[in-house]
């Protein structure tokens, strides 16, 4: 069974950076996709960034340039950079994991961004940006 537990939420000022990491356990399909979601209070949530096990990445428009998204070589920690940010980034954020079992697909990649059809969730971290 996969467990996502994220971390590193908080408060910050507008401008500035924080690093959020998902623990990972149980994760053993050798391809997957992870990404990262964020929930605002009162709207839907939305996808940030994705990363599959070969290392490729897509972004939302919202982050892109912004927010960096990583896996360590392990594969046990998924982290995600947020710098530069605006009070339009507060939210829940959330970690989700979904495995396949062939080589990553693209447009897979892309599609998970926005249809956030991953079979595993953390249950999120908060975080409050302030201008």
């Known amino acids: 069974q996969v467990q996502l537990v994220e971390s590193g939420g908080g408060s910050v000022q507008a401008d500035g950076s924080l690093r959020l990491s998902c623990t990972i356990s149980?994760?053993?399909?050798?391809?997957?996709?992870m990404a990262w979601f964020r929930q605002a209070t009162g709207k839907e949530r939305e996808g940030g960034a994705v990363?599959?096990?070969?290392?490729?990445?897509n972004y939302a428009d919202a982050v892109k340039g912004r927010f960096t998204i990583s896996q360590d070589s392990a594969g046990k920690t998924l982290s995600i950079q947020m710098n530069s940010l605006k009070s339009e980034d507060t939210g829940i954020y959330y970690c989700?994991?979904?495995?396949?079992?062939?080589?990553?697909?693209?447009?897979?990649?892309?599609?998970?961004?926005?249809?956030?059809?991953?079979?595993?969730w953390g249950l999120g971290t908060q975080v409050t940006v302030s201008s």
């Open positions: 989700a994991a979904d495995t396949s079992l062939t080589w990553p697909d693209p447009v897979r990649r892309y599609s998970l961004l926005y249809n956030a059809d991953f079979e595993y």
């Open positions: 149980g994760l053993t399909a050798r391809y997957y996709y």
């Open positions: 990363i599959d096990s070969s290392g490729a990445t």
